[in-house]
C-alpha cells in the first residue's frame, strides 16, 4: 500500500521518485521477468547478458536492449550492471537499404512478399526456374496432442531414420528445445551434434560432419541461414538429407529455409514436420473464431492430421499480416 511506496520512496535515488519512473522502472522488472526467456531471447557467457537472434538463432555481442531493459535482465541473473547504452541516432533497416544506389537480390522463399517488396523498395519480384529440377520431398506432417508427445514423435523418427544409414537434420526454434531432443537421442544411445547459439564456434565442424551417413544433427535456426551440408559419398543414393522440424515458425518462409536445407542442387532430401496442438504459433496467433477448430482437434485425434495444416496456415497468415503492418508503420514513421 501507501506506507510500502514510501519506504521505497526513500530507498530510490531521487530521479525514480516520481510515479511515473517508478511504474516505468517496475515494467522494466517485469518484462525481464516474465517475456525476456534465458537460453531463447538471451545467454548468459563470462558474465555477460548476450542477445540472440530469434531469425538465426545466432549472437548478437554487440548489441544491448535499450530502456533499461538489458540491465534489468542483468539484475535478474545477478550480473554485474553494464552502463545503458546511449543513443546517438536511429534508422530502420528499410531506410538504411533505400539508401542503396542500386538494390536487388535472390532468395528461394520469396513466395507471397512480393507486394511488400514493391511497396517497401520499390522492387519488382521475378521467378526463374531452377538450375535443375528438385528432388526435395516435403507436405509430410506428424500432429501431435502436446509437447511431450511431439517430442517422443521427432525422437523415435530420428532413430529409425539414424539406423537405415541417413545423415538428419533436427531443427529447433529454442536452445532449450535442442538440448532437450539431443538428451533423449543420447538416452536412445544415438551420438548426435548440438548446433546452437552456445555452440557457435563449433558451427563448421558440425556442419561439414551433418551430411554423412547416419550423423544426427540437432539445430536452431543457424542451421538454416547461408550454409550448404554437403553429402558424403553415397548418401544421394540412399536418399539424401531428412530434416525434421520440431515446431512451425511464426513465418511460413523461415520453415521454408529450413526445410531447404535437404535437396539441394537438385540432390534428394525429405522434409518432415512436427506439429503439436499445444505450439506456440497457435497460442499467440490463432484468431478467435479458429478456436473451435483448435479444441476439435485436441478432442477427436482421427482429424488432426488435416485440421492442424488448416490451423497452421491461419496462425502464420495472421502473424505475418501483423509483422507486415508493423514494418509498414515502421517505414511510414521513417
Known amino acids: 500500500g501507501e506506507d510500502w511506496l514510501d519506504t521505497v520512496d526513500h530507498q530510490l535515488p531521487e530521479f525514480w ?25 538471451y545467454v548468459v557467457q563470462e558474465g555477460r547478458v548476450v542477445i540472440v537472434d530469434e531469425n538465426t538463432g545466432r549472437l548478437m555481442p554487440d548489441r544491448s536492449w535499450s530502456h533499461g531493459i538489458h ?5 535478474r541473473e545477478g550480473l554485474e550492471l553494464t552502463d545503458p547504452s546511449q543513443t546517438a541516432a536511429r534508422m530502420t533497416f528499410q531506410d538504411f537499404f533505400r539508401r542503396y544506389h542500386v538494390l536487388s537480390g535472390a532468395s528461394g522463399t ?21 538450375r535443375v529440377p528438385s528432388r526435395l520431398r516435403t507436405g509430410e506432417r506428424h500432429v501431435h496432442a502436446d509437447r511431450a508427445a511431439k517430442l517422443d514423435g521427432i525422437v523415435a523418427e530420428a532413430c529409425r531414420l539414424q539406423r537405415e544409414g541417413l545423415p538428419v537434420l533436427v531443427g529447433t526454434r529454442r536452445i532449450l528445445d535442442s538440448e532437450a531432443i539431443a538428451e533423449r537421442l543420447q538416452a536412445a544411445g544415438i551420438d548426435c551434434k548440438v548446433l546452437n547459439a552456445k555452440k557457435h564456434a563449433e558451427e563448421a565442424e558440425v556442419v561439414a560432419r551433418a551430411g554423412a551417413p547416419g550423423c544426427v544433427t540437432v539445430a536452431t535456426n543457424m542451421a538454416g541461414r547461408g550454409t550448404d551440408i554437403l553429402l558424403a559419398a553415397g548418401v544421394a543414393d540412399a536418399g539424401g538429407l531428412q530434416v525434421l522440424s520440431f515446431e512451425p515458425h511464426e513465418s511460413a518462409r523461415v520453415d521454408w529455409q529450413l526445410f531447404g536445407r535437404a ?5 534428394p532430401g525429405r522434409a518432415q514436420a512436427f506439429i503439436s496442438l499445444a505450439d506456440e504459433l497457435f497460442e499467440r496467433n490463432l484468431p478467435l473464431p479458429a478456436q473451435p477448430l483448435l479444441w476439435v482437434a485436441r478432442a477427436l485425434p482421427p482429424v488432426r492430421g488435416s485440421l492442424a495444416p488448416l490451423l497452421v496456415k491461419v496462425a502464420q497468415w495472421r502473424a505475418q499480416r501483423r509483422a507486415w503492418g508493423a514494418r509498414r508503420s515502421l517505414a511510414e514513421h521513417e
Do not use: K
Open 263 to 267: 535437396g539441394r542442387q537438385g540432390a
Open 110 to 130: 520469396l513466395q507471397g512478399i512480393a507486394h511488400e517488396m514493391w511497396s517497401t523498395y520499390g522492387l519488382l519480384t521475378l521467378w526463374l526456374a531452377p
Open 71 to 75: 540491465q534489468a535482465i542483468e539484475a
Open 17 to 41: 521518485r516520481q510515479p511515473d519512473r517508478r511504474e516505468n522502472l517496475i515494467c522494466m522488472a517485469l518484462l525481464a521477468r516474465d517475456v525476456f526467456e534465458r537460453d531463447r531471447h
